[in-house]
Every structure is written in structure tokens, then in C-alpha cells.
């Protein structure tokens, strides 16, 4: 099994920043790709960016490049994504993913998930 938790939400006038957080633990974890997902009240949720296990390859959503950053510290079992210019429609709540087999962007792609944390941006 593999559990993750993220933490760093909150809210946050546009143009402004935050860091989130997502620590793994649990067994099974080892060589994982990490990602995060996001979903809006009354939508799907949506890819936002995922990194590999060595942080060679990352890969982001069209609507986050250039404003969002993926990054992990695999001594720490820790990924990170570092938000700035936010802008209100990224409000939504913040998945963590995980998969040590499939990487993608579709929700399916991704075996483990945590919780959710709540990122509000006001205008």
C-alpha cells in the first residue's frame, strides 16, 4: 500500500503564490512517478503536471507551464509543486497521484491518490 498526504493549501489573492506538499509512505512505495491532479467544484478532475522517479522527465498541463513547478526529494519521500501567478480559476482542490507502473494524464492512469487540499484564489 502507499499513502500519500498533501498539505500547503490555502487561500491566496491572484497573482499571488503557494507550495504544496505531498509525502508518500507505505511499503509498496518505491520507484513511483508522483503527479498532481485538480478538480473544480461541479468539473472533473484535470491533470496539472507530473515528474518522474529520477526528476528526469516532467511533464505539465498547458493551462500551469510557466507558472507552476514540479519537484521531488526522494530522500524526504516528498514531492512538491510550487504555484505562482495564480489566477481564480485555479481554484480547486489539489490530488496527489502516484503510479510505479503507468504515467499519463487521465485520471485512471494514476493507482494512488490522497485526500485532496483546498487552493482558493480570489480575484
Known amino acids: 500500500q502507499v499513502q500519500l498526504v498533501e498539505s500547503g493549501g490555502g487561500l491566496v489573492q491572484a497573482g499571488g503564490s503557494l507550495r504544496l506538499s505531498c509525502a508518500a509512505s507505505g511499503r509498496d512505495f518505491g520507484n513511483h512517478a508522483m503527479g498532481w491532479f485538480r478538480q473544480a467544484p461541479g468539473k472533473e478532475p484535470a491533470f496539472v503536471a507530473w515528474?518522474?522517479?529520477?526528476?528526469?522527465?516532467?511533464n505539465y498541463a498547458d493551462s500551469v507551464k510557466g507558472r507552476y513547478t514540479i519537484s521531488r526529494d526522494n530522500a524526504k519521500n516528498t514531492m512538491y509543486l510550487q504555484m505562482n501567478s495564480l489566477r481564480p480559476e485555479d481554484t480547486a482542490v489539489y490530488y496527489c497521484v502516484a503510479d510505479n507502473i503507468v504515467t499519463g494524464t487521465r485520471p485512471n492512469d494514476w493507482q494512488y491518490w490522497g485526500q485532496g487540499t483546498q487552493v482558493t484564489v480570489s480575484s
Open positions: 515528474i518522474s522517479w529520477t526528476s528526469n522527465t516532467k
